[in-house]
């Protein structure tokens, strides 16, 4: 059973920092890209950061960021433990939102269609 499980949310002070965890079971997961989305109140789900997997012979691990989390958010994964990081520095009351991570085999993207397992969520809240 595939099986994708966020933790690491909670409530921070703005400029404080966070660090989100996906743990992945139930398939090859060096095999496959991993994405972080949120979703806020009210609005749609959207791409934060993703990580490559392995491209045929090749393993990648190439990182991808919004615009938003640029130079604030570092996205890293440890295959030995099946999981991926999302570090959050600076964080702003607009990064308040629930966390999702998605995997996906093969190239990923922010687009949310591409993804084959999502996790449940993480909430993370972000005070002024």
């Known amino acids: 059973e595939v099986q994708l499980v966020e933790s690491g949310g909670g409530l921070v002070q703005a400029g404080g920092s966070l660090r989100l965890s996906c743990a992945a079971s139930?398939?090859?997961?060096?095999?496959?890209?991993i994405g972080w989305f949120r979703q806020a109140p009210g609005k749609e789900r959207e791409g934060v950061s993703y990580i490559s997997g392995s491209d045929g012979s090749t393993f990648s691990g190439s990182t991808h960021y919004a615009d938003s989390v640029k130079g604030r958010f570092t996205i890293s994964r440890d295959n030995a433990r099946n999981t991926v990081y999302l570090q959050m520095n600076s964080l702003k009351p607009v990064d308040t939102a629930v966390y999702y991570c998605?995997?996906?085999?093969?190239?990923?993207?922010?687009?949310?269609?591409?993804?084959?397992?999502w996790g449940q969520g993480t909430q993370v809240t972000v005070s002024s």
């Open positions: 998605a995997a996906v085999e093969g190239p990923a993207g922010f687009s949310l269609d591409l993804y084959d397992y």
């Open positions: 139930g398939f090859t997961f060096d095999d496959y890209a």
